[in-house]
């Protein structure tokens, strides 16, 4: 079985201060085959945050985020 996280508009630090403690707690390194994300991570760590969960991150960049490159 596989397991893909696909998720965006976290808009973090601006909107949220930080992901969900309660989906956060399910986010476990190795578990993720692979992370989609839409857009508007808006900053570099929650890159590298989902980088950590999964090494296959797949990224559109949104009108909000950083340079990441």
């Known amino acids: 079985m596989v397991l893909v996280l696909a998720l ?9 201060a930080d992901l969900p403690p309660k989906f956060k707690s399910m986010l476990v390194p190795g578990m993720i085959q692979h992370v989609f994300c839409t857009g508007n991570l ?3 760590e929650v890159q590298d945050y989902l980088k950590t969960l ?5 990224i559109t960049r949104g ?3 950083e340079d990441t490159r």
């Open 54 to 58: 999964c090494p296959d991150l797949h």
């Open 8 to 16: 965006g508009d976290l808009h973090i630090p601006h909107r949220a």
């Open 63 to 65: 009108e909000y985020d």
């Open 42 to 44: 808006c900053i570099k």
